[in-house]
């Protein structure tokens, strides 16, 4: 395939320490595809009458609220002996008036080396709906599905590698964004509300009996909420981890100290900072001790190489 038109289309690739047949039966097997691929809630092998045919299935996507995406497809699977390769080429349709893919195609390839396969996939697609189908699928549903298709691929070399199941890299991986959207909705709130919208309700007095740049108060108070929005913004962002989070446990306590030597009564009334910072305290932890084994579709190759 020439990367010209690899650039077309959607092109994933991911290094994975296991052996082809390893990496061949997890993406072969229906019911082992289906437990690594966020793309598939259901995919079905349907009877072949001859060996040498292409092997169709039906696969299905739910998609929440009782919504579900069902199509079909074939599949040609090859394993060369020669030079220990192996591909498998595909087309799907999909005949639901509500589903955007119309119909597509792709591949799939495996290039051992030593220990490690290149596991490679490309593929492309026609969408419904006419210009408004094209420009969403553009801007929204291209990179969402670029995406799910390499976190799916780290969560199967986790898999492989690791030995962590699917259903728990999901798991953590939800864990880990409940935290990260938790942290930025408090962040986002102490910046807009206390700082910015009203900040005669307790936050300006706080700056005041710090002494800080007396008479630039309220100047000062606002730049604080700024930051803090950013900084809340930056929880939701894919490129900042560990590090955000340890940021935010020092931040947090010198906030924390901060308020408790200007004003320590405010630590006896009700939701005070002394509850606050614990628990986002925790939120950090939680998320800290959930990080390393994460899939990321950051480890794969998004693009192919000229």
């Known amino acids: 395939m020439d990367n010209r038109l690899k650039t077309r289309g959607i092109y994933v690739e991911i290094p994975i320490r296991a052996s082809l047949d390893e990496v061949w039966n997890h993406t072969q097997q229906p019911s082992?595809?289906?437990?690594?691929?966020?793309?598939?809630?259901?995919?079905?092998?349907?009877?072949?009458?001859?060996?040498a045919d292409p092997q169709?299935?039906?696969?299905?996507?739910?998609?929440?609220?009782?919504?579900?995406?069902?199509?079909?497809?074939?599949?040609?699977?090859?394993?060369?002996?020669s030079d220990g390769e192996a591909t498998s080429s595909l087309k799907f349709w999909?005949?639901?008036?509500?589903?955007?893919?119309?119909?597509?195609?792709?591949?799939?390839?495996?290039?051992?080396?030593?220990?490690?396969?290149?596991?490679?996939?490309?593929?492309?697609?026609?969408?419904?709906?006419?210009?408004?189908?094209?420009?969403f699928d553009r801007l929204v549903f291209r990179p969402l599905i670029g995406w799910a298709t390499a976190w799916s691929f780290d969560v199967l070399r986790i898999w492989l590698e690791q030995g962590i199941p699917p259903k728990r890299s999901r798991r953590g991986g939800l864990i880990n964004l409940t935290a990260r959207c938790s942290l930025a909705a408090v962040w986002v709130y102490q910046g807009l509300a206390p700082k910015l919208l009203f900040p005669d309700s307790g936050e300006l007095a706080i700056m005041k009996a710090a002494g800080i740049l007396p008479?630039?108060?309220?100047?000062?108070?606002?730049?604080?909420?700024?930051?803090?929005?950013?900084?809340?913004?930056?929880?939701?962002?894919?490129?900042?981890?560990?590090?955000?989070?340890?940021?935010?446990?020092?931040?947090l306590s010198i906030l924390g100290l901060?308020?408790?030597?200007?004003?320590?009564?405010?630590?006896?009334?009700?939701?005070?900072?002394?509850?606050?910072?614990?628990?986002?305290?925790?939120?950090?932890?939680?998320?800290?001790?959930?990080?390393?084994?994460?899939?990321?579709?950051?480890r794969c190759l998004r693009k192919a190489l000229a």
Do not use: C
């Open 215 to 251: 008479g630039a108060e309220p100047v000062l108070l606002a730049a604080f909420g700024i930051g803090e929005i950013l900084f809340g913004i930056a929880f939701l962002l894919p490129w900042f981890g560990k590090s955000l989070h340890i940021l935010n446990l020092l931040l």
């Open 94 to 135: 999909s005949d639901q008036p509500i589903s955007l893919i119309r119909a597509g195609s792709g591949y799939w390839k495996y290039i051992p080396a030593g220990n490690v396969v290149r596991f490679i996939t490309w593929y492309d697609y026609q969408v419904r709906f006419g210009p408004a189908g094209r420009l």
């Open 32 to 51: 082992l595809h289906e437990q690594w691929d966020l793309r598939f809630t259901r995919i079905q092998y349907l009877p072949k009458l001859d060996e």
């Open 56 to 81: 169709r299935f039906l696969y299905s996507t739910r998609l929440g609220f009782g919504l579900k995406i069902s199509g079909q497809g074939e599949s040609l699977a090859i394993r060369s002996n």
């Open 258 to 298: 901060g308020a408790l030597l200007t004003q320590p009564e405010i630590f006896i009334a009700p939701f005070n900072p002394a509850a606050l910072t614990l628990a986002m305290w925790a939120l950090s932890l939680i998320a800290l001790l959930n990080l390393d084994d994460l899939p990321s579709a950051g």
